[in-house]
């Protein structure tokens, strides 16, 4: 198994698409509500476009033996003193397991540390999230707090574990997977 990681495009649209609408079930409770329009070519197309304008967002594909098998970004750049931004991920159920996540976010941080000249990044997990958790374990994160009603997702306000990782503490190297 090959995981990679390739800046997002355009061009991923229709096999995005297809892989959201075979993920929809298994992300709906890891996620924000979704207007239905998000699961079709043109929201996907609108998705990417809008992403691809920031200029605080580093959004990318996860591949693994070159199939999209989800999706990897770095938001909230910022530059200056901090040098710092969010991480976030979701991979397909098909791709769930086996250790895909894992390498994903060991690419990210790669990236991050040495492409985007980045001093920390930090993710966040709900309470339950286990395998999130761990796979941020693994990466070298460490937890730093608990945020009460942090993010609306599925619909709740809901509380979430707090993890970073600084330059310094970075790994710099591939875990072994999930």
């Known amino acids: 198994m090959t995981v990679t990681l390739r800046p997002l495009s355009l ?6 698409t297809e892989v959201l609408i075979a993920s929809r079930a298994y992300l709906t409770p890891w ?3 979704r207007d239905e329009s998000f699961f079709t070519p043109d929201g996907q197309a609108q998705v990417v476009e809008e992403v691809l304008r920031a200029d605080n967002l580093l959004h990318h594909v996860i591949l693994e033996d070159g199939a999209i098998a989800g999706r990897m ?9 901090f040098q710092s ?7 397909a159920p098909s791709r769930a397991g086996r250790g895909v996540a894992t390498l994903a976010v060991a690419e990210a941080l790669r990236l991050a540390f040495t492409e985007y000249d980045l001093h920390r990044v930090e993710a966040c997990t709900l309470l339950h999230n286990e395998r999130s958790q761990r796979v941020l374990l693994k990466s070298g994160f460490e937890r730093i707090g608990m945020a009460p009603r942090y993010l609306k997702i ?10 970073q990782i600084v330059a310094e503490n970075w790994l ?6 999930e």
């Open 73 to 81: 970004n770095l938001s909230g750049i910022v530059r200056g003193p």
């Open 172 to 177: 710099g190297s591939a875990p072994s997977g």
């Open 154 to 163: 599925a619909g709740e306000w809901q509380d979430h574990y707090l993890f």
């Open 31 to 33: 996620e924000p509500v």
């Open 11 to 16: 061009d991923d649209v229709p096999e995005l």
């Open 85 to 91: 931004s969010s991480l976030g991920y979701w991979v």
